[in-house]
């Protein structure tokens, strides 16, 4: 059923189109409610659907090795799209769609997207300053996974997951995170043992609550705050002060409300 016009979609890009913008593909989003775990996104022969997580969801774009381990390169919330949003849309080989909190997303053909880039400046500008953050965050975390002791990668990971799910309280598991992180689960349950002595957070079966963001802001590398800063620059329509709402709070750059 197609979203109503005037409606907040439960996306901050899509909330960021004006009407006529919003008006080009909207008819054309699905609503599709995913789970924890699913493979939403495979590398295809064609372009990629375009994926837009609502409200709490979060889809990871995941690199699957050689050798069966995976890690994640960039991960999307409710502030944008992943899929088959930068040059023709195709992902590369061994890379996946992967969600790590489900809920709802709206799903658009590729070409459906091309279109209304061709036929409005305006939405072409928005995803083009869209690609713009999608590309920091892939080459300030990818060089944060090279170079950056796992405690504070962490650290970085949990504050980026907060962005998009609201809460203090964030539901994931040691295994998935340690996916992500690419490394062994019982090798990350030891780190966060340590990060919950320095009282940073408490890890739970199945959760991991952050306990003082602006300390954990504080203790993690600056690559988080580096990639916030860069996105509100480049798209204050979605990430900054004036933009439909603020994806989420964030002690580390100023007071923020929070309206989840
Ligand atoms: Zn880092």
Known sequence: MPIEPAASTGNLLLDALSGSDRALIERDLEPVTVARGDTILTAESGASPVIFPCDQA???????????????TASV??????????????LPNAVSGLVQVGGRVLRLDADRLREAER?????????????????AQLLLIGACNAV????????????????????DTLPVTHELMAAMLGVQRTY???????????????AERGRITIVDRRAVSAA?????????????????????????????????????????
């Open 58 to 72: 979060v889809v990871a774009l995941v690199v699957a090795t050689h050798d069966g381990r995976m890690a994640e």
């Open 119 to 135: 036929r409005s400046a305006t939405f072409r500008d928005l995803f083009a300053r869209y690609a713009d953050c999608f590309l």
């Open 77 to 90: 919330g409710h502030d944008g799209a992943v899929g088959g949003i930068i040059g023709q849309g195709r």
């Open 220 to 260: 993690a590398c600056a690559c988080h705050a580096r990639v916030r800063l860069h996105c509100e620059a480049v798209l204050g329509a979605v990430y900054g002060p004036d933009g439909p709402r603020r994806a989420a709070p964030d002690a580390d750059a100023g007071p923020v409300s929070r309206t989840a």
């Open 188 to 202: 990350l349950t030891r780190i966060l043992r340590v990060l919950q002595e320095q009282g940073l957070l408490r």
């Open 148 to 167: 950056h002791p796992i405690e504070q990668r962490c650290l970085r990971w949990l504050l980026t997951l907060q962005d998009r799910t609201g809460g």
